[in-house]
């Protein structure tokens, strides 16, 4: 803690060393024995309005997770003395140390140490919020119900069976939808594909209708442009003409005829 006054932060090799004393010295026998020997100017009650004061050094000490015991002790340590800087202080590092490397039996050690041996809610709220993480592995181990008791074990234990059976339930239900939207996808392909099949017969038809009336037409044009009088003997007028359509009307059949005698003229 001295340490933490001077440099902000602290050893966690001396903060063992350190907790233990501070733990031992701060029995209720020894507790008053202390306040009592202690002159008003060294007394414990002035440490809290100078580690207020006092602003941590961002660059903290090495992180291990076998440690995270020994943060806990300071922090319980600082809890005591109201020194809430090294507080927060022992919370990062033992934070730093799980999101850096989880070890399953240091974390229930130091949560036990937490809920006995502090009374700072923002380290229990963390402690709950890593057992809720590791939750799946808590039960595996089954050191769960030594950390919160066997009924809230039991009930956390059927509370992570109903989320698996409901995610599990969730994921069923979201590989049928993406079947049924693949399903309805090919569905929608042959579909197209068949309407551009479709299409393409009706074009090629048209073409070929097109085709076969421009044929025709031609014909016409041409016996009409070499036809200088009309074919019948009777009819002795010039030839003058005019196309009659018969037939399908989608396709018409084009006829030449004179518009006189009204004689159809072909080209055969």
Not at 101 to 107: G, K, P, Q, V
Not at 157 to 163: G, I, K
Not at 220 to 228: A, E, H, R, T
Request: aromatic share 6%; charged share 15%.
């Amino acid at each position: 803690m001295v340490e933490y006054l001077y440099t902000g932060d602290y050893d966690q090799t001396k903060a063992k060393s350190e907790a233990l004393a501070t733990v031992a010295a701060t029995t209720p026998t020894s507790a008053a024995s202390t306040a009592a020997s202690t002159t008003p100017s060294t007394a414990p009650s002035s440490a809290p309005s100078t580690a207020s004061n006092f602003t941590p050094s961002t660059t903290l000490a090495p992180l291990d997770t076998n440690g995270t015991l020994q943060h806990v002790q300071v922090n319980a340590i600082a809890d005591y003395y109201e020194i809430q800087g090294l507080a927060q202080l022992a919370n990062r590092k033992i934070q730093q140390a799980y999101l850096t490397s989880w070890d399953l039996n240091a974390f229930v050690a130091s949560a036990k140490a937490a809920l006995n041996d502090s009374g700072d809610k923002a380290l229990q709220n963390m402690m709950a919020l890593f057992a809720a993480q590791k939750l799946k592995d808590l039960l595996k181990s089954g050191k769960l119900p030594s950390l919160v008791g066997d009924f809230a074990a039991s009930v956390l234990a059927y509370h992570a069976h109903l989320l698996e059976a409901s995610q599990r339930e969730q994921s069923q239900a979201a590989v049928q939808q993406q079947q049924q939207v693949q399903q309805q996808q090919a569905q929608a392909h042959v579909a197209l594909q068949q309407q551009y099949n479709d299409l393409l017969v009706e074009r090629q038809a048209a073409e070929a209708r097109a085709t076969r009336v421009i044929e025709n037409v031609g014909k016409l044009v041409s016996l009409s442009n070499n036809q200088d009088y009309c074919r019948s003997i009777s009819c002795e007028e010039d030839f003058g003409s005019y196309i009659e359509a018969t037939g399908d009307p989608a396709e018409p059949t084009y006829i030449l005829r004179c518009s006189y005698c009204h004689c159809k003229h072909t080209t055969n």
